[in-house]
């Protein structure tokens, strides 16, 4: 199991980063910094000297006062503008400007030289500036201009030492700046080779160590374990490469045997669907019922070595299971559980819940058993149900003189088998019933076509038997005679009938060529009656299947019949088209039919037409007869769909 990451790896690079950015952004920010002092210093350098220097141009612009008379206001102006300048710019070194930037540097020496030379300018320098104005003497104002240039003087050495300061502290602040540029150079270079080392530590050993491993494994050498020397993402991987080797050299040392338990499973899977096939291909043959039990029992005891086996079928509507076929038991224990009731011993539970039952009749229980196998000598037995669509057709049983019980895999095997066999039970059974079916409805024609020609035709044949008996005792020879000849016309006239059902009953189709067939069919009924025919094909579909064929010739064959007894026809055309779908058209020249109201003719109450269309119906084609008296009939018939030889069905 792989352990629980205490610190990822992803965690662990993300923070060394993050220590790694603020140490850059605090240098970087503090050579900023002292770049912004140098800047506003040196801007704070530059006033001090314009003050220097505006110092000066008030001690030029105050002897030009003195002596040139005629500007002498102008100057005096001048001179006051300068004053205000003077003292706006001592006011911006004091307070500084940062958005130029302009500053003096914090240090005391510095302040304290500021405040000096404000003092000196507000209590010596700019007095005598204004009382040098102010006077109205010249011989006063040339002494006062005497008195302000030691004054000025000062000043000014005042002014220059407040520079040199804010110039020595920028040379300080310089020096500084190179420091910090130089230990950014250093902090870049020694972050990077502590970066490479530390990846290569959380990484690319880690990732070495797991390849270099995976080498050794595809080497197939599972000894290879991998050091666990963090809890994160690699310690899991390294942790879960060890288990995966620990799993992997003990598959590698179990591999033989359990190749040879697979290849004994793939053995046993491969004799399962063998057997499987050999009783599929058995079942698939037609055989009787009593034939399928009994070579499935014949081939179950072969496989499994069962001592004795028998089959029981469940009666319909009945709760009894009789014995059908049995192998290795004896007369009296075929005679006593000959028939055997739902739910009765192992066998009639088995059958009641359809489950399978493989039992050691040694083995002591509750279950109420008869023991009729345990006297015959049988040490186990089984019950598998034969099933088919979910319903219990019966149980067949094996048993075993010694103590046999299937396991899950057998019992599996014997249930598929038991599926199989009530498969081909209930399709045998469907098989039957469906020739029965067919039977019964071929008979009900039969029946139908004898009453409509044979029984009337004795009917008729009787009825003249009794008039001819009757004439013959008045001694009306000439009537007898006439009786006679009707007779004689009615026998020949029923002989025909015959051998024409006849000949429809051994109609068989050796094939699907159903051109062929109403072909001969013609030509049988044009020497029989002497009516002329013809017949037209065309075809482009596929072939029908022939138990489409038979009826569709028996209906034209029954067509033929009724122009033969009441059409009065001297030609029938029969016109055959197979393509899409299949369409039969049969036409005579005879006297037609009336289906008017007027008539009183009921085509439901005629036979023949009645068997037409049940044999149209039953293989879903369309029938319709129309007729116009004095023109004839015109019978069609059509088929939808076309189902070929194959059974299928084409649109």
């Known amino acids: 199991m792989v352990a629980p990451l205490t610190q990822k790896l992803g965690t662990k690079i993300v923070n060394i980063l993050i220590l790694f950015f603020f140490v850059a952004l605090a240098a970087i920010g503090m050579t900023l910094y002292i770049s912004w002092q140098l800047e506003g210093a040196g801007a704070a350098i530059n006033d001090a000297g314009s003050e220097r220097m505006r110092s000066y141009r008030l001690a030029y612009l105050l002897s030009r006062s003195v ?236 496989v499994l070595a069962a001592q004795g086996g028998l089959v029981r079928l469940a009666t319909p509507n009945s709760n009894e299971l009789h014995i059908i076929i049995h192998e290795g038991m004896s007369e009296k224990f075929t005679r006593e559980e000959e028939c055997l009731t739902l739910g009765e011993c192992l ?31 049988f040490q186990s037995v089984s019950a598998i149900p034969i099933r088919s669509k979910k319903q219990v057709l019966g149980i067949f049983n094996l048993f075993f003189r010694e103590a046999r019980v299937f396991d899950s895999q057998e019992t599996r095997l014997l249930e598929t088998i038991g599926q199989h066999l009530g498969i081909a039970i209930e399709n045998q059974r469907l098989v039957s019933r469906e020739k029965e079916m067919a039977v019964s409805e071929e008979r009900n024609l039969i029946a139908q076509e004898l009453h409509d020609s044979i029984a009337q035709s004795l009917a008729f044949l009787n009825i003249q038997v009794q008039m001819l008996a009757d004439s013959l005792q008045r001694g009306n020879t000439s009537e007898a005679m006439d009786g006679l000849a009707q007779i004689r016309e009615g026998v020949q006239e029923s002989y025909d009938d015959v051998r024409e059902l006849l000949v429809h009953f051994r109609t068989r189709m050796g094939n699907a060529d159903l051109a062929s067939a109403i072909t001969s069919a013609l030509e049988k009924f044009e020497g029989q009656t002497g009516i002329k025919t013809a017949f037209r094909k065309s075809s482009s579909g596929p072939p029908l299947a ?81 007729s116009t008296p004095g023109e004839g009939t015109c019978v069609s018939l059509t088929l939808i769909k076309q189902p070929n030889v194959h059974g299928k069905n084409h649109p």
């Open 67 to 302: 002596h040139d008379k005629t500007e002498k206001t102008a100057i005096q102006a001048e001179i006051r503008q300068e004053i205000d300048r003077f003292e706006s710019t001592l006011r911006a070194l004091e307070k500084g400007n940062p958005s130029r930037p302009l500053f003096l540097p914090k240090e005391r020496e510095v302040q304290l030289q500021m405040k000096l030379l404000r003092k000196k300018w507000m209590e010596r320098i700019k007095p005598l500036i204004l009382q040098i104005l102010d006077s109205n003497k010249t011989t006063g104002q040339s002494i006062l201009v005497s008195a302000y240039h030691p004054a000025l003087l000062d000043f000014v050495s005042t002014v220059n030492d407040l520079v040199l300061m804010v110039e020595r502290s920028n040379a300080r602040n310089t020096a500084l700046l190179r420091s910090f540029q130089i230990g950014l150079v250093v902090l870049a270079l020694i972050g990077t080779i502590l970066l490479i080392y530390l990846f290569f530590v959380m990484v690319i050993r880690p990732v070495t160590r797991l390849q270099e491993g995976i080498q050794r494994m595809a080497a197939a050498d599972f000894s290879v374990r991998l050091p666990v020397k963090s809890k994160d993402e690699f310690g899991a991987l390294a942790n879960g490469f060890n288990q995966m080797a620990d799993r992997l050299k003990n598959l590698y040392g179990t591999l033989e045997d359990r190749v040879q338990e697979k290849t004994r499973n793939l053995e046993d899977k491969n004799q399962e669907l063998a057997i499987l096939y050999e009783f599929a291909a058995f079942l698939n043959k037609p055989a009787s019922e009593g034939d399928l039990c009994s070579g499935v029992l014949k081939k179950l005891m072969g």
């Open 347 to 377: 066998c009639g539970e088995s059958a009641q819940r359809g489950t399978p039952v493989s039992w050691d009749l040694n083995i002591k229980t509750e279950r109420p058993l008869l023991h009729r196998c345990k006297n015959e000598g």
């Open 546 to 626: 022939p138990e489409y064929v038979i009826q569709l010739l028996h209906i034209i064959q029954e067509a033929l019949s009724n122009v033969r007894k009441h059409a009065q026809a001297t030609r029938v055309d029969v016109e055959l088209s197979q393509n899409d779908e299949c369409r039969i058209i049969v036409t005579d020249n005879g006297k037609g039919l009336n289906f008017g109201p007027e008539s009183g003719y009921d085509s439901e109450q005629h036979v023949g037409i009645k068997i037409m269309k049940e044999r149209a119906h039953r293989i879903g084609a369309q029938l319709a007869i129309t």
